[in-house]
T-cell receptor, first 114, second 112 residues
Framework: EPEVTQTPSHQVTQMGQEVILRCVPI?????FYWYRQILGQKVEFLVS????????KSEIFDDQFSVERPDGSNFTLKIRSTKLEDSAMYFC????????????FGNGTRLTVT | DQQVKQNSPSLSVQEGRISILNCDYT??????FLWYKKYPAEGPTFLISISSIKDKNEDGRFTVFLNKSAKHLSLHIVPSQPGDSAVYFC???????????FGAGTTVTVRA
């Protein structure tokens, strides 16, 4: 069964450094997402992406965050200057349609900011 | 975001019996509801969904019930199996946006 893959599985970085989290969505999916889960908290929406542009973003997704689809397969989340509070599990997801369509999640990248 | 609530943080059930997980929501714009299962160190896995035009959807051992007037949905797992031990998330979406709002999750433990 096709799946969403994320790399790396764990990333440790120092505060103020830039990180790029990578995802390969399911190949025939058109909508891509990033969610995060801070330890002990809910899964939170960050951003959705369709047709090479952001379709929706949350208030968490400020100027420190950006997303890109650099080629036909990868989807990346960049955090420009990491803060301690960015430490979380970051999940990439994709779906066939944008609404009323189940999201398929990757296994996540655990980001630890020290 | 308190729009989706799972008030039971945990549930323990004996193998072979029914597991019933509950979820409440406050946003009347939600029209699409999903249940996800999550094992440690893995991402959420889609289980079953229901749109607001239905009140029940069944897929094998999993059935989701939706009560729109009460803004409540539930997931029934029958019969429960040891492999069902996981965290279960309720999620909801609206026609106005792309995001899903998640509940806090319920940890299910199936006892042999």
């Amino acid at each position: 069964e096709p799946e969403v893959t994320q790399t790396p599985s764990h990333q440790v970085t120092q505060m103020g450094q830039e990180v790029i989290l990578r995802c390969v969505p399911i190949s025939n999916h058109l909508y891509f997402y990033w969610y995060r889960q801070i330890l002990g908290q809910k899964v939170e929406f960050l951003v959705s992406f369709y047709n090479n542009e952001i379709s929706e973003k949350s208030e968490i997704f400020d100027d420190q965050f950006s997303v890109e689809r650099p080629d036909g397969s990868n989807f990346t989340l960049k955090i420009r200057s990491t803060k301690l509070e960015d430490s979380a599990m970051y999940f990439c997801a994709s779906s066939v349609q944008g609404r009323s369509s189940p999201l398929h999640f990757g296994n996540g990248t655990r980001l630890t900011v020290t | 975001d308190q729009q989706v609530k799972q008030n039971s943080p945990s549930l323990s059930v004996q193998e072979g019996r029914i597991s019933i997980l509950n979820c409440d929501y406050t946003n009347s714009m939600f029209d699409y509801f999903l249940w996800y299962k999550k094992y440690p160190a893995e991402g959420p896995t889609f289980l079953i969904s229901i749109s607001s035009i239905k009140d029940k959807n069944e897929d094998g051992r999993f059935t989701v019930f939706l009560n729109k007037s009460a803004k409540h949905l539930s997931l029934h797992i029958v019969p429960s199996q040891p492999g069902d031990s996981a965290v279960y998330f309720c999620a909801a979406g609206s026609p106005n946006d792309y995001k899903l709002s998640f509940g806090a999750g319920t940890t299910v433990t199936v006892r042999a």
